[in-house]
């Protein structure tokens, strides 16, 4: 028998101290920086506010995390968007969330 519970909580994903600098000189560096700089900083500002009323850091997290994604994400977009693929038979999501209702 373990002595771990099977229920323990995941810890959360905890980036280093400076990884909001690291990741706003990523986005400046990157081609989509006219676009993603403003986008992220006005995130930022506003989950920082929010974790200061909360005194969570949890937000942060996320929001350091969801940015590092599409950073790295961004060269296979970049290939998909650059090999022709038709992309045309999608479906709106805004028109299937409204079948539903």
């Not at 676009?35 to 200061?52: D, H």
């Not at 961004?74 to 998909?80: E, I, K, M, Q």
């Given at each position: 028998m373990s002595a771990q519970p099977d229920h323990a909580p995941v810890t959360p994903f905890a980036p280093a101290p400076g990884a909001p600098a690291e990741l706003l000189a990523q986005l400046r560096a990157d081609q989509r920086a006219?676009?993603?700089?403003?986008?992220?900083?006005?995130?930022?500002?506003?989950?920082?506010?929010?974790?200061?009323?909360?005194?969570?850091l949890a937000a942060l997290y996320e929001v350091v995390q969801v940015w590092q994604g599409r950073i790295a994400s961004?060269?296979?977009?970049?290939?998909?968007v650059a090999s022709g693929y038709d992309d045309s038979e999608f479906i709106d999501m805004a028109e299937l969330r409204g079948r539903r209702q």
């Open positions: 006219e676009r993603w700089v403003p986008a992220f900083e006005q995130e930022w500002a506003a989950v920082l506010e929010e974790s200061r009323r909360t005194f969570s961004a060269p296979a977009v970049d290939a998909f």
